[in-house]
């Protein structure tokens, strides 16, 4: 009997998808409150920030021996350097800076096949603050409080790309005053600090704007996703691999006609994408993957199943309001929710997710654009101004360890 309501229901959502690309053209809607006015913040004349200058060993050099690190998602932490050296708010005065930022590029260890290897990052961000810290007087003045560090890997600052071992390792150390800029977010985590800034991966941007389409092309999918559904090699049977959201969808929509899912990555994805009125984001524990940001770049409403994550730019992205939230648990209904979703939210949601600040607030172009990711990143730390006068340090006190954590990480680099 269900079939044939999937039959019927195909029927109908794809009148209604034709219907919906038909009327949205050119529509877009203002971000209003409190959302929309942090979303277009302008952080120049609100924070000075001093940027460390380092051996090159840390940052450039690294990049020169790998360039490939230019083109994965965690290349944030290269490109928010780049946008810093030539940023309004930088200063060349310490003595005036609200924030001190230190360049280090601790994805750039790279495997054959592309891969960040982070098992070498503690070491080598343990050096960079012994060295900031014995050159400069301003780390020891807060043990790092008014310090901010890009960490954009897997579990951020914990270090590992597993999560069992990362819990296990925590947040290095010498960083537990600082202000961390990462792509992992999920609440009452150890590897996701308070106070952190949730960013979004790293997408070329300029190949997804070599993609885009008419605006008015209908959007004739009504679901759609392509990508791994299990982790064939570490997790066979789904149930770690994007916490089992991936392998439910498959095993319960692979054969029904709503859902364009497939691992093939064919050479229309970008397009296909925007042609989808839903795109899947089975995200299991962090938001950074691509397809979050493809998935509002191309104004396609994200749905996101991930309990107890936090999106990149919380405080200004309205997420609810674009997006569809599924719990893990009730992705076997993904079909039943999605289709009772009334036309009018669905428009509203196309509305927003049209309006050009929602889509630079998930990129980071070359040269930067007002209201991009860089300027959202600055924003965050804008708004944690003034530091309050607890974190200055009264002289000789210590707070952090510096012999905490595991002996390999105190080896070194």
Not at 48 to 63: A, D, F, H, W
Not at 120 to 142: C, D, E, F, G, V
Not at 253 to 263: E, Q, V
Request: net charge neutral.
């Amino acid at each position: 009997m269900r079939s044939w309501s999937w039959v019927f229901a195909f029927a109908l959502v794809h009148a209604f998808a034709w219907s919906l690309g038909a009327e949205q053209r050119p529509h877009t809607e203002r971000i209003s409150g409190s959302a929309g006015d942090v979303l277009e913040d302008n952080p120049v004349g609100r924070l000075k920030v001093y940027v460390y200058e380092l051996p090159s060993k840390y940052n450039k050099k690294l990049l020169q021996k790998d360039a490939r690190c230019l083109n994965h998602m965690f290349a944030a932490e290269i490109f928010m350097h780049r946008f810093l050296l030539s940023s309004a708010v930088r200063t060349p005065n310490p003595e005036e800076a609200d924030w001190f930022y230190t360049p280090i590029y601790t994805t750039c260890d790279l495997t054959p096949t592309g891969l960040p290897l982070p098992f070498k990052s503690p070491r080598m961000m343990r050096s960079a603050i012994q060295l900031i810290s014995s050159n400069w007087p301003y780390w020891n003045r807060t043990e790092g409080a008014d310090h901010f560090f890009v960490v954009p890997h897997d579990f951020g600052a914990c270090f590992h790309y597993q999560e069992e071992k990362a819990i296990e390792r925590g947040i290095l150390s010498l960083l537990r005053r600082a202000t961390l800029v990462q792509t992992f977010g999920q609440r009452n985590h150890v590897c996701l600090k308070e106070g952190s800034i949730t960013i979004p991966p790293y997408a070329p941007p300029q190949k997804m704007q070599a993609h885009l389409i008419p605006q008015d092309t209908p959007r004739s999918i009504f679901v759609y996703f392509r990508g791994l559904f299990y982790d064939v090699n570490n997790d066979p049977e789904g149930g770690y691999y994007a916490r089992g959201a991936r392998a439910a969808v498959w095993e319960n929509f692979k054969d029904n006609p709503l859902f364009d899912i497939s691992t093939d990555h064919p050479t229309t994805y970008y397009e296909d994408m925007q042609r989808a009125v839903f795109c899947l984001c089975p995200l299991g524990w962090a938001p950074w993957s691509p397809r979050l940001v493809e998935a509002v770049v191309f104004g396609c409403i994200p749905v996101i199943i991930a309990d107890d994550i936090v999106l990149p730019f919380a405080d200004a992205i309205p997420w609810e309001e674009i997006g569809v939230y599924v719990a893990e648990e009730d992705v076997p209904n993904l079909d039943t929710i999605l289709t009772s979703i009334s036309p009018d939210v669905i428009l509203r949601k196309q509305r927003l997710l049209a309006n050009p600040s929602m889509k630079r607030a998930m990129l980071f172009p070359q040269p930067a654009q007002s209201g991009d990711a860089f300027h959202q990143i600055l924003n965050g730390l804008a708004r944690k101004l003034p530091h309050h006068r607890s974190v200055y340090l009264k002289p000789g006190e210590k707070v952090l360890n510096w012999t905490a954590g595991p002996v390999g990480d105190l080896k070194p680099w």
